[in-house]
């Protein structure tokens, strides 16, 4: 019996080990060759795909790290470990590929507006948020897109938090680059005599202190201002005036993205209050005060280069507000100034020759009319108004530039004025 069923099992043995050989040969023909033909094909095709993407990612993610600035040296090193097979290099190279394919998205501006806007990041924000903002503010068109250029550059370690000032024209490279260096917590702007609100605003905008249009705002309606009313030297402005003429000329330190024009008119007219105030527009020989002494004080400014020459120029406008100076033929200050102030469009406009000036229809045209301008053209310093406030007393009623070191010569007739004219080169033969 044992026999037998050892003869059964060698039989079964043999009849499984053909049924085998016979299945595997069937794999060969028909049908279920072209099936594993085309499994075969299919697994080529993919390790060929990845291959390329690995190729071409690995040569441009190269290209991108190297370009993303290095502060630490062996922080990012796009030599090494090249052929890694690790999940973080495989992960990258197919950040990079899928970066390569929107590449050209990168440089495409969110919009065309090229006046910076204020855009602050908080401590620990996390890239992705920080993308989504951007694009929320309108400073990027894609935040899938940013954080992925990001994290392939290496770029999303190295933000700061801070304030920035982000324009619409930037592109996503740009954006990206300019979050790696947030702005100081202060600035430090020098206003020079002789400004006028504009050319400040101007200065403001550009350290990033406070946006231009907001600072003139404010300037040009100052009673809307919360401090406004501390001040006893602006007690007298009338209703419609600014406050050209008090932004008092200095260096300051101002904060960086300001959240009020409060925070940045408070050290001007501080500034003003400490070194003139009240008192100091009263009181002098001039007599001019307030406003009137201020507004005579800007054209002297602007006027004169040499600080010993001020109370002579002072002296001579005064001479001819009062009437002193017949040959004028009335109270006409004539000064150049004001009718560069008031030209539209065109701050401090100088014209070929005098005669162009009677065709500038301004109120500040004071070669057309008699008295001060309507409000001061500049922003005097504390010279030129002690200048105004005591001038030297003299016949003169006219000066000219010699062209020397910005200094003037003075005489008492027009006459000696039509000569010196001729002399200086103003009116040529």
Same mark, same amino acid.
Request: with cysteine.
């Given at each position: ?118 855009? $602050?990041?908080?401590? =620990?924000?996390? #890239?992705?948020? +920080? %993308?989504? *903002? /951007?694009? !929320?503010?309108?400073? @990027? ?48 702007? $020098?206003?020079?005599? =002789?400004?006028? #609100?504009?050319? +400040? %605003?101007? *200065? /403001?905008? !550009?350290?990033?202190? @406070? ?219």
């Amino acid at each position: 019996m044992a026999i037998d069923r050892r003869q059964q099992q060698v039989l079964q043995r043999r009849s499984h080990l053909q049924q085998q050989r016979s299945d595997w040969r069937d794999q060969l023909r028909g049908m279920p060759l072209l099936w594993n033909l085309l499994k075969i094909g299919t697994l080529l095709l993919v390790i060929g795909v990845i291959g390329g993407s690995w190729i071409v990612s690995s040569a441009h993610l190269d290209e991108q790290l190297l370009a993303a600035p290095q502060s630490t040296a062996g922080l990012i090193d796009p030599t090494a470990n090249q052929f890694s097979l690790s999940p973080d290099a495989i992960e990258k190279q197919i950040l990079a590929f899928n970066l390569r394919l929107r590449e050209d998205e990168l440089y495409i501006p969110a919009g065309d507006n090229p006046r910076p806007r204020p855009f $602050t990041v908080v401590p =620990g924000e996390a #890239a992705r948020f +920080i %993308a989504a *903002r /951007l694009a !929320a503010q309108g400073f @990027i068109t894609d935040a899938d897109l940013f954080n992925l250029y990001l994290r392939v550059t290496g770029m999303e370690r190295k933000i700061e938090a801070g304030n920035f000032m982000l324009s619409e024209t930037m592109t996503m490279p740009e954006v990206a680059e300019a979050l790696q260096t947030a702005l100081f917590e202060e600035a430090l702007v $020098t206003i020079p005599e =002789g400004m006028r #609100a504009e050319e +400040i %605003a101007e *200065r /403001l905008s !550009a350290a990033n202190v @406070i946006e231009s249009d907001r600072f003139l705002a404010a300037v040009r309606n100052p009673r809307s201002l919360t401090i406004f009313d501390r001040y006893e030297f602006l007690s007298g402005l009338p209703a419609d005036a600014t406050l050209e003429g008090f932004l008092f000329p200095d260096t300051y330190r101002f904060p960086v993205l300001a959240a009020s024009p409060e925070q940045v008119l408070r050290p001007f007219l501080n500034n003003f209050e400490q070194r003139v105030g009240a008192k100091g527009l009263t009181g002098g020989a001039s007599g001019l005060s307030g406003r009137d002494l201020i507004t005579l004080a800007s054209i002297v400014e602007r006027e004169a280069v040499q600080a010993d020459e001020r109370p002579i120029i002072a002296g001579v406008y005064l001479n001819r507000l009062n009437n002193k100076c017949p040959e004028v033929g009335g109270p006409y200050l004539q000064a150049d100034p004001t009718v560069q102030y008031g030209t539209v469009g065109n701050w401090w406009w100088k014209p070929q020759s005098i005669e162009e000036y009677q065709f500038v229809q301004s109120p500040y045209n004071t070669y057309l009319n008699p008295g001060l301008p309507p409000a001061p053209i500049a922003n005097p310093g504390l010279s030129a108004i002690e200048a105004t406030r005591n001038p030297a007393q003299t016949g003169y009623c006219f000066f000219v530039a010699t062209g020397e070191d910005g200094r003037h010569v003075f005489v008492q007739s027009l006459a000696e004025q039509q000569q010196n004219l001729q002399i200086y080169g103003y009116n040529p033969k």
